[in-house]
């Protein structure tokens, strides 16, 4: 669960049961349905271009790549270089690539522009590492 305040802690459940089921190996909290606020153009255009890239090289369509709200099967949850926007980015590729059954959940999300981050030219370029890397 990232950080910022954007997810609520009681849809933990929703991540959850698709694992414990047998369903799926990762579950990505897919953020639908937003409550409060609503995304700076930077940062839905940014979300919107690495999520197409990424579905590209997953050769699969995942709805919300980068959503730091999600689930993992201990034997897929894969070892972590990054320490920035790029982990979710890691992550879903590396998961990916050790052949994890991904599912996606509809999740609320809580926007609050007093506690967006700081995402700079220097956070591109380590997307573009990750992307090429893993």
Do not use: W
Not at 84 to 104: D, N, P, Q, S
């Amino acid at each position: 669960m990232d950080a910022d305040g954007q997810h609520r802690p009681g849809e933990i459940v929703k991540l959850v049961e698709p694992i414990a089921e047998g369903e799926a190996d990762m579950v990505i909290g897919a953020r639908r349905i937003q409550e409060v606020g609503k995304r700076p153009f930077h940062r839905r255009l940014s979300n919107m271009i690495t999520t197409r890239l990424i579905r590209f090289r997953l050769g699969q369509y995942v709805y919300d790549t980068q959503s730091g709200f999600r689930a993992y099967r201990r034997e897929f949850l894969p070892e972590i270089e990054s320490d920035r926007y790029e982990v979710e980015t890691e992550m879903l590729i590396k998961a990916a690539k050790m052949g994890a059954r991904i599912k996606e959940v509809p999740v609320s999300m809580i926007y609050d522009p007093s506690r967006e981050g700081r995402f700079g030219l220097g956070d591109v370029f380590r997307f573009l590492k990750v992307y090429f890397k893993s």
